[in-house]
């Protein structure tokens, strides 16, 4: 498996209206993309720091992953996303390894990226998602 870069850290929030002026004004980073995944019933808010993005996450259902979450442990870190070449090999790789899987297969994400999550229960805790952008290939 080849990690290329931390592509995100998504952090959970109750709202994206009060989260991004924080982003904003304090951090003077810039909201260059909000965007929402149905499927995942979350709505997204992104920032880029050097190469890295910050990816806000703001559930859209009650009983959504993100409130879920919140509901849980309260806003903060939700996941570390790695951006890799290869996503579906990664991931089954990682699975070869003895990680226990989420998503099996990628599927679509924000910004046209592929996604596949690794369950925490065999991270150490933190739930790590793969990325691909295979828009240009």
Known sequence: MQLDRIEHIGIAVKSLEEAIPFYENVLGLTCYRVEEVEDQMVKTAFFKVGETKIELLESTSDDGPIAKHIEKRGEGIHHL?????????????AEEKGVRLIDKQSRKGAEGLDIGFLHPKSTQGVL?????????Q
Not at 128 to 136: I, L, S
């Open 128 to 136: 790590m998602e793969f990325c691909e952008d295979n828009q240009n």
């Open 81 to 93: 996303a790695f951006h890799v070449q290869g996503i579906n090999k990664s991931l089954a790789e």
